[in-house]
Each structure stands twice: as C-alpha cells, then as structure tokens.
C-alpha cells in the first residue's frame, strides 16, 4: 500500500522542481521550525524531570520520609512497633533541633539531626555523599559535628576544625538566663549537591539531647518502600499506635517544592506545545502554496480518473511526512543537547564563577530523558501535524480540474 502513486506523488512533492525554489524554500523553514520546537520541549522536560529525580532520590534520600514523634513513652518499644508496619523500610531514632553555628567570625542558621550513628545508615543514604569522615565518627568523640561542603566553606572551616553550636534555648542560672551553646568537632563533610549541603548537620543523638533538654522531643525517622505512600502511612500509624504520637512526612515538609515543579512541567509542556502549534501552521501555508502551485498536476490527475478523497489523501500525506522528518529530527537534537547540556552548563558555571544554580534545592542542573515524554511529544506532535493538513488537502481535492486547466499554457 504505501508503494502506490498517493505516496510516490506525495513524497516526489518533497523535493523542488525548476520553477518551485519558493515552495522547497518554505517547506524548509516549516521543518526547522518544527525542529527547534520539538527539540526545546525535550530539553525542557528532561531539565523538569532531573530536578524531580534529584528531590526523589538524592535529597528525599538523606532526609526523612516521615517522622514520628514521641513526646512521652518507651521509644525503643514505638520504634519496634514501626519497623513491622507494612509499608515502612527501616527506622532510626532522631532527634530535631535547629540553632546556629559560629566559626571564624562567621555565623550560619542550620538545622541539626541528633541520630544513632549505627542504625541511621539504614533509613539515609548520607553515607554515600561523604568527602571525608562518616556517620559513624560520630560515635568516636563526643560533641562531634558532620556538616555539608558548602557550609563547611561558608565558615571555612574542615575536619578537626571547631564550630559553635548556639541553640535558641536558654538555661536558666543562678546569675539569670543563658545562652545554650557548645563547641563541636568538625568529624565528617559530606557533598549531596543540594540545598541540604549548607543548611544541615548531624551530631549524636545524646550529644543534641543534653544541650537541649526539656525542649527535646524524641521521634523515629521512617524510610518507606515507596515514598509517596508516606502521608496515608503516617496518619494511619498516628492513629494506630499503642502509645500517644505524632508526625509528619516529607510532603508536609518539601511536598510544595515537588509539587512546584510537577505543575511547571505541565505548564512548560502546554506552552511548548503552542511553539509546536505555530510551528505547524508554517506546515498549513507551506501546504497551500503547494496546492496553489501544482493547481494544473491535481487538474490532471483528477481527468484520468483520481476521486477527491485520492487527492486528499496526496496532500495529507505530504504533510505527514514534512512534520514526521520535523520530529524526529527535533527529538534527535532534543535528547543529544540534553545529554550534554549538564555537563556544559557546569563547565561554564565553573569556569566564568557564575554560581547560576546556587540559589536552587540543587547545585547542579539535572538531566533525566524519559522515554514516556519522548513518546508524548511524538504523538502530540504528529497530532497537530495532521490536523495542520486537513485544510489544505481538503482545498485541493475540492479544486475544479476544468478551471485549473483553463489557465495552464
């Protein structure tokens, strides 16, 4: 079937004759067009779909799913209780305070998680971003700190260097209230890359309770098998417990910046859709000129005995075959710019000390190519091509042959 005269005077309709360079040269431009647009929603998806993927992965990999607290009662028995609750991967003690820390004139707000070195590696994947040290020097020496590189050069300090740790309680004494603060040994840096690097630092568990005392309020860190399930799983072990509890789960905490960025890749998606659309009204102009210019070729085969849907289905062909060459070539330019276009952008970002990406939940910009979207802007993409060709086509099977051939010499 597609080796019969439709297809064969469809694709001859491609290439540019002697007197139809006008014609070739606005096909081209209608092409390219559909090219770049395709390409850019690509790109822009693949960028939308790393940040999503980094939050996933990377930071929601060092911070908690959920968190379960327990103002009064027998913590190891509650963190038993959670590990057999269908749904939970593994749990950690912690404890959560924030203060600021103070080293060489310098001073940063952080938040501090007190953990239990031994179990927390079980419920994070902090041991895997480690430059030097690890969660477990922090059982070695008490008041020992690890912290992230950003922060870590913020205050310019470096493993064995001293930092000041200044909670926001007081402590009251015989001369009046008390700044609560305690030097710390810097033990551990690690890098994850994310905003987490200059905002947070662990220290031991104890370490965190004695400096904060009747403010401390014991919790379990929850590592679920499928992160989004952890709302529905904390309100149900909130309800369930034998002992008197609370919590929250990471989309109480970061659930507005992943939904943030689930909404821009809808809305990116619809407004590069609109490139595309203009792209293929370049294919509807691009079609009538054709139509207008071989006027006298559709006179003559519609004398020898073509129907009109035969005519039609000429110049839909050709409009198909115009915007599928456009598609594909954008999804191939798409996806090799893509999985370059971290590695330049961080050459760049480096080279010319932009810090373009500083201001992000990640240092870095992110790149994930998904063969769904790829498959999404194909079809969406041909779609409005092929509505783009039924004016033209239907122009030309309804085209009078006698009229048409009146003016031909």
Not at 336 to 364: C, H, N, P, R, T
Request: aromatic fraction near 8%; proline fraction near 3%; charge should be neutral.
């Amino acid at each position: 079937m597609l080796d019969d005269w439709r297809l064969t005077l469809a694709a001859r309709y491609l290439r540019a004759g002697a007197g139809d360079q006008l014609t070739s040269f606005t096909s081209i431009i209608s092409g390219v067009g559909l090219v770049l647009g395709v390409a850019i929603l690509v790109i822009v998806l693949s960028v939308m779909n790393g940040f999503e993927r980094e939050l996933r992965v990377r930071v929601l990999g060092v911070l908690p799913h959920g968190v379960i607290y327990l103002p009064q009662g027998d913590l190891i028995a509650l963190q038993e209780e959670l590990a057999r609750y269908p749904g939970v991967k593994a749990t950690a003690p912690l404890l959560e305070g924030s203060g600021l820390l103070l080293a060489n004139s310098v001073l940063a707000g952080i938040s501090v998680s007190g953990i239990d070195p031994h179990t927390e590696a079980k419920a994070s994947i902090i041991d895997d971003f480690f430059l030097v040290g690890s969660l477990q020097t922090l059982s070695d020496k008490k008041f020992s700190m690890v912290i992230g590189k950003r922060l870590a050069d913020q205050l310019g300090v470096s493993v064995g260097g001293k930092v000041t740790y200044v909670s926001p309680g007081v402590r009251m004494s015989l001369m009046g209230p008390l700044t609560v603060m305690r030097k710390f040994t810097v033990s551990g840096i690690y890098a994850v890359g994310a905003d987490v690097d200059k905002t947070h630092a662990f220290v031991a568990i104890d370490d965190l309770r004695r400096l904060q005392r009747a403010q401390a309020v014991d919790g379990i860190r929850l590592w679920m098998d499928e992160m989004f399930d952890a709302p529905e799983i904390i309100r149900e072990l909130v309800t369930t417990s034998s002992q008197r509890v609370y919590g929250s789960s990471w989309m109480q905490r970061h659930g507005n910046l992943h939904s943030a960025i689930l909404m821009q890749k809808r809305t990116m998606f619809l407004m590069l859709m609109l490139l595309i659309a203009v792209a293929a009204f370049n294919v509807v102009s691009n079609l009538i000129m054709i139509v207008n210019e071989k006027a006298g070729d559709i006179a003559i085969i519609r004398t020898i005995g073509a129907s009109a849907n035969a005519v039609r289905l000429v110049f839909v062909i050709h409009g198909l075959l115009v915007g599928a060459a456009g598609i594909i070539f954008g999804l191939l330019l798409g996806s090799a710019i893509s999985l370059v276009l971290g590695d330049v952008v961080g050459w760049f970002d480096k080279a010319l000390g932009l810090g373009v990406m500083d201001e992000y939940f990640i240092q870095y910009l992110p790149v994930d190519i998904r063969f769904t979207d790829i498959v999404l802007i194909a079809g969406a993409s041909f779609m409005i091509c092929l509505l783009a060709t039924i004016y033209p086509a239907s122009k030309a099977a309804k085209a009078n042959p006698v009229e048409a051939l009146q003016y031909e010499s």
